[in-house]
């Protein structure tokens, strides 16, 4: 089973900065299968990136996604108040332990 | 915009078996491949099943023995059953539908339903 490993756990900053997210894979994984999803308190999680960097359906062009093999990058840039979530990244058929974007 | 919602009993003894339907409004069922996801403050998210419309499955590895997925395509609905609970199996279960073209992901989901098993 392929562990995902994110980091930092929490990320600490002010809206309007730029927000660095990483998922560190055990074992290569295809770029065709990695995906992020954020989640907001008493919400299901919400599909932002697919394919490692395609947006979902309605996702604003601040978040980005890239990566390959086994490190890969969520990019938030220019955070709104409404970014302030937990994110967490996937790959068939797990998910990573999520990574908390809080306000500084 | 496709709608899903779960529905089942919220709590269950242990040995008992859970049973969980997931009906979809705004949408077709098929053509698509529909998804079971838990999460608990324990285990986080956590991947259950899948099952694609025409009623082929896929099952986690560590769950297999005990979960079954059910399509109905005529009500548009699928459904999930796990035997043998324990308080382990206490979480949020999350309907969702996975990607038409990234299959892997899971693009639209339900709101949630907490089951607890408790004696």
């Known amino acids: 089973e392929i562990v995902l490993t994110q980091s930092p756990g929490t990320l600490s900053l002010s809206p309007g900065e730029r927000a660095t997210l990483s998922c560190r894979a055990s074992q290569s994984v295809t770029s065709t299968y990695l995906a992020w999803y954020q989640q907001k308190p008493g919400q299901a999680p919400r599909l932002l990136i697919y394919g490692t960097s395609s947006r979902a359906t309605g996702i604003p062009d601040r978040f980005s996604g890239s990566g390959s093999g086994t490190d890969f990058t969520l990019t938030i840039n220019r955070l709104e108040p409404e970014d302030f979530a937990v994110y967490y990244c996937q790959q068939p058929w797990t998910f990573g332990q999520g990574t908390k974007v809080e306000i500084k | 915009q496709v709608q899903l919602q779960e529905s089942g009993p919220g709590l269950l003894k242990p040995s008992e078996t859970l049973s969980l339907t997931c009906t979809v409004s705004g949408g077709s069922i098929s053509g698509y491949y529909w998804g079971w996801i838990r999460q608990s403050p324990g285990k986080g998210l956590e991947w259950i099943a899948y099952?694609?419309?025409?009623?082929?499955?896929n099952y986690n590895p560590s769950l297999r023995s005990r979960v079954t997925m059910s399509v109905d395509t005529s009500n548009n609905q699928f459904s999930l059953k796990l035997t043998s609970v324990t308080a382990a199996d206490t979480a949020m279960y999350y309907c969702?539908?996975?990607?038409?073209?990234?299959?892997?992901?899971?693009?639209?989901w339900g709101q949630g339903t907490l089951v607890t098993v408790s004696s």
């Open positions: 099952i694609y419309y025409t009623g082929s499955t």
């Open positions: 969702a539908r996975h990607h038409m073209v990234a299959t892997v992901a899971f693009d639209n």
